[in-house]
């Protein structure tokens, strides 16, 4: 199975931007299907976005579309969450998960391994 690890968060003031990476170890991350999750605290677990194995699709969460981009590179088995004008809604701790489905998630169904996650906090 996939092991994955975010790296990446920390503290920036509104309006920045933040780059995340999940790096994946112990099988290759084409094999699966990419996604981004956010928690934060006393809320429920938020899909910020997913990419196909081949990055031809993409989707996104409402509350963050326009301003967050995934991406991948499967050849460094490595996947990117590109945060632009951050805010400071967008606190949480940020996970990226793999899933074998055969079609695009827009929940956490179907998404079995899971990074530790990575914190991001926004100030105002």
């Known amino acids: 199975q996939v092991q994955l690890v975010e790296s990446g968060g920390g503290l920036v003031e509104a309006g920045a931007s933040l780059r995340l990476s999940c790096a994946a170890s112990?099988?290759?991350?084409?094999?699966?299907?990419m996604g981004w999750f956010r928690q934060a605290p006393g809320k429920e677990r938020e899909f910020v976005g997913a990419?196909?194995?081949?990055?031809?699709?993409?989707n996104y969460g409402n509350s963050v579309k326009g301003r967050f981009t995934i991406s991948r590179d499967n050849a460094k088995n490595l996947g990117f969450l590109q945060m632009n004008s951050l805010k400071p809604e967008d606190t949480a701790s940020y996970y990226c998960?793999?899933?074998?489905?055969?079609?695009?998630?827009?929940?956490?169904?179907?998404?079995?391994?899971w990074g530790q996650g990575t914190q991001v906090t926004v100030s105002s």
């Open positions: 990419i196909s194995r081949n990055s031809g699709s993409t």
């Open positions: 998960a793999a899933s074998t489905a055969t079609d695009l998630p827009s929940t956490s169904r179907g998404f079995f391994y």
């Open positions: 112990g099988r290759s991350l084409s094999l699966y299907i």
